[in-house]
């Protein structure tokens, strides 16, 4: 299967923190605008684009938005001071660049400390390089959000990239909606917004699409690194077929359909079985009466750091299984 990695690249790079997805949203838009019949945003901003079918109601979801750190106070020497926009780790920041949507660069550091494992986002600062308070105001403003500014990098075996989470996730809808050509199933494909503050976006899109079948998009996490906790999930061996995690236990007939689709398709696969987080489909699958709901998922080392790492044979290997469990009519 051919998969062209620079439009990953582009993905991860566009700006989009949570309630701030416009950018991406316009760039997935245009990505995607040949290859379905109908394009919506709902009132929170969620894209929504529709491929027809005449078979049971998909919905398949990956979230835009990146976590971010959001601009509280500005001091009188022009430090900035912040709060978290989704999952942020302090240790993980320190010392990392950051930029703004106008694209002001910052760094972030922090007070001295006696004890690093101690540190607290309220403890840390960021520096945009002004020496006042007004030279900062004239550039930022209470409110702003910031986001990582790190490089793409990739090699024979693996890209790692700041936003993986996920943005690889939005890159395997984008690509198995353009390999798609005569659905069996009637598909929406929801580029959802705010999922690193609590699904929100998910949750709407849910209710205005009122899928048969729910299907997420998103990275997990590694097990195969030095002293890493037990889990049984390692980069390139194969796309992750969740069992649960904290926002939802699959629904047994969709995680068996996409296993049997797996070795059917001779497609590597490994069970996930995460005992943190969750993703869009722990909203979907709550909506309404309830909708059978599973995930593909992406594993990805890293997460919420400024260099995420994914396998691109497992990326491929998610967007084979994504396209097969589509391509089939669903008795579920």
Same mark, same amino acid.
């Given at each position: 299967?051919?998969?062209?990695?620079n439009?990953?690249?582009?993905?991860v790079?566009?700006?989009?923190?949570?309630?701030n997805?416009?950018l991406?949203?316009?760039?997935i838009?245009?990505?995607?605008?040949?290859?379905?019949?109908?394009?919506?945003? +709902?009132?929170?901003?969620?894209?929504?684009a529709?491929?027809k079918?005449?078979?049971?109601?998909?919905?398949?979801?990956?979230?835009?938005?990146?976590?971010?750190l959001?601009?509280?106070d500005?001091?009188?020497?022009?430090?900035?001071?912040?709060t978290?926009?989704?999952?942020?780790?302090?240790?993980?920041s320190?010392?990392?660049?950051?930029?703004?949507?106008?694209?002001?660069?910052?760094? /972030?550091?922090?007070?001295?400390?006696?004890?690093?494992?101690k540190?607290?986002?309220?403890?840390?600062?960021?520096?945009?390089?002004?020496?006042?308070?007004?030279?900062?105001e004239r550039?930022?403003?209470?409110?702003?959000?910031?986001?990582?500014?790190?490089?793409?990098?990739?090699?024979e075996n693996v *890209?790692?990239?700041?936003?993986?989470?996920?943005?690889?996730?939005?890159?395997?809808? /984008?690509?198995?909606?353009?390999?798609?050509?005569?659905?069996a199933?009637?598909?929406?494909?929801?580029f959802?917004?705010?999922?690193?503050?609590g699904?929100?976006?998910?949750?709407?899109?849910a209710?205005?699409?009122?899928?048969d079948?729910?299907?997420?998009?998103?990275?997990?996490?590694?097990?195969?690194?030095?002293?890493?906790?037990?889990?049984?999930i390692?980069?390139?061996?194969?796309?992750a077929?969740?069992?649960? +995690?904290?926002?939802?236990?699959?629904?047994?007939? *969709?995680?068996?359909?996409l296993?049997?689709?797996?070795?059917d398709?001779?497609?590597?696969?490994?069970?996930?079985v995460?005992?943190?987080?969750?993703?869009?489909?722990?909203?979907?699958?709550?909506?309404m009466?309830?909708?059978?709901?599973?995930?593909?998922?992406?594993?990805?080392?890293?997460?919420?750091?400024t260099?995420?790492?994914?396998?691109?044979?497992?990326?491929?290997n998610?967007?084979?299984?994504?396209?097969?469990?589509?391509?089939?009519?669903?008795?579920i």
């Amino acid at each position: 299967m051919n998969i062209n990695f620079n439009l990953l690249k582009d993905l991860v790079s566009v700006y989009g923190p949570a309630s701030n997805e416009d950018l991406t949203r316009d760039y997935i838009t245009n990505e995607i605008k040949d290859f379905v019949d109908e394009i919506e945003v +709902d009132a929170l901003g969620n894209l929504i684009a529709r491929k027809k079918g005449a078979g049971k109601k998909v919905m398949i979801s990956a979230h835009m938005d990146q976590i971010g750190l959001m601009v509280i106070d500005i001091d009188e020497k022009g430090f900035l001071r912040f709060t978290n926009v989704g999952g942020i780790s302090p240790v993980v920041s320190l010392s990392q660049r950051v930029i703004f949507e106008n694209g002001t660069i910052g760094i /972030i550091y922090a007070e001295p400390v006696d004890d690093i494992s101690k540190l607290k986002l309220e403890n840390m600062y960021i520096d945009i390089g002004a020496f006042s308070k007004e030279e900062a105001e004239r550039k930022i403003s209470i409110g702003d959000i910031c986001i990582y500014k790190s490089e793409y990098v990739e090699n024979e075996n693996v *890209v790692f990239t700041p936003y993986l989470d996920d943005r690889v996730g939005c890159f395997v809808a /984008i690509e198995a909606l353009k390999s798609i050509k005569n659905p069996a199933n009637d598909l929406y494909f929801v580029f959802s917004v705010q999922e690193e503050v609590g699904l929100r976006g998910a949750k709407t899109a849910a209710y205005r699409i009122n899928p048969d079948v729910g299907i997420a998009l998103d990275v997990t996490s590694h097990g195969d690194t030095p002293k890493a906790k037990r889990f049984a999930i390692g980069l390139n061996k194969g796309a992750a077929i969740k069992v649960k +995690d904290n926002s939802i236990i699959c629904h047994p007939k *969709v995680k068996n359909l996409l296993v049997n689709l797996a070795k059917d398709n001779n497609i590597p696969y490994q069970m996930e079985v995460l005992e943190f987080g969750g993703t869009d489909s722990g909203a979907i699958h709550v909506n309404m009466e309830g909708v059978p709901s599973g995930v593909i998922s992406i594993p990805t080392r890293y997460v919420h750091s400024t260099v995420e790492m994914a396998s691109k044979n497992d990326i491929i290997n998610c967007t084979k299984l994504l396209i097969e469990f589509l391509e089939n009519e669903l008795d579920i």
